[in-house]
């Protein structure tokens, strides 16, 4: 009997945890750059007297989808949309080096180079200091030239792209920034974006709906074994009273 409410146990806790993976996926559906996450499940021996022939399922997060968003032209010149697989280096709240694929920069009061949310894009150099009242265009290789009024446009920097390497798998944080396990990654020259752009999020609503639903009900249908479990559980110890 145990057998069957380990089974069941195990199998509405993967359910309910691949749920809690689909429904964030599926909030950030219209978040730029997002990369959805995946999932997958490992078994685990459940250690003790009398349960070595038991064995538990665990969710583990495998990484994400590095398949790239849709791309929507915006004519905005501080929009940009990384190609391949380019990531932009940003500097996170904590001080570290982060990367995004999301490309909606802004200039705030400091003359700072910044991304909507306030974090200070890198350039190869460090943070980008704007002149004042300057327009600025952005390259696609990144590099971004001011025009004062009245003036020739000047090269002030260059966006600090990177493409990791086919064995380099970064990791999303709880900021979902990504990062390299081995350290800040170097600048690529080859990187390229194309500006007046944003890309979208991979997420794809209606896969992610069916698959909502198909979780849904595997977490209903391994309730009703714990309650069928529970029902001869209780039949049984009824029987052996009896007798």
Request: proline share 6%; aromatic share 4%.
């Amino acid at each position: 009997m145990d057998r069957m409410i380990y089974l069941s146990m195990a199998g509405a806790k993967a359910a309910m945890q691949r749920q809690d993976v689909l429904s964030h996926n599926l909030a950030n559906v219209s978040t730029n750059g997002f990369r959805a996450e995946l999932q997958a499940f490992r078994a685990v021996p459940v250690r003790g007297d009398g349960a070595s022939t038991r064995a538990f399922a665990l969710e583990t997060t495998i990484g994400y989808n590095d398949a790239p968003g849709p791309l929507t032209p915006t004519g905005r010149n501080l929009d940009v949309a990384m190609q391949g697989k380019a990531w932009l280096a940003v500097q996170a709240n904590d001080g570290t080096e982060a990367y995004t694929r999301a490309g909606s920069l802004d200039v705030n009061a400091e003359g700072v180079l910044v991304m909507r949310n306030g974090m200070p894009v890198l350039g190869d150099g460090g943070p980008i200091n704007v002149p004042p009242n300057s327009e600025l265009g952005i390259g696609s290789d990144g590099t971004i030239s001011a025009k004062a009024p009245n003036q020739r446009p000047t090269t002030i920097g260059r966006l600090k792209l990177v493409t990791p390497e086919a064995t380099t798998q970064l990791t999303r944080g709880d900021d979902g920034l990504f990062r390299a396990a081995d350290g800040d990654l170097p600048a690529d020259p080859a990187a390229r974006l194309q500006d007046g752009a944003l890309e979208g999020s991979n997420v794809s609503p209606v896969e992610t709906m069916v698959a909502m639903i198909a979780a849904g009900r595997q977490f209903e249908q391994q309730m009703k074994l714990m309650q069928i479990a529970q029902t001869q559980g209780q039949q049984s110890a009824k029987l052996l009273g009896s007798q």
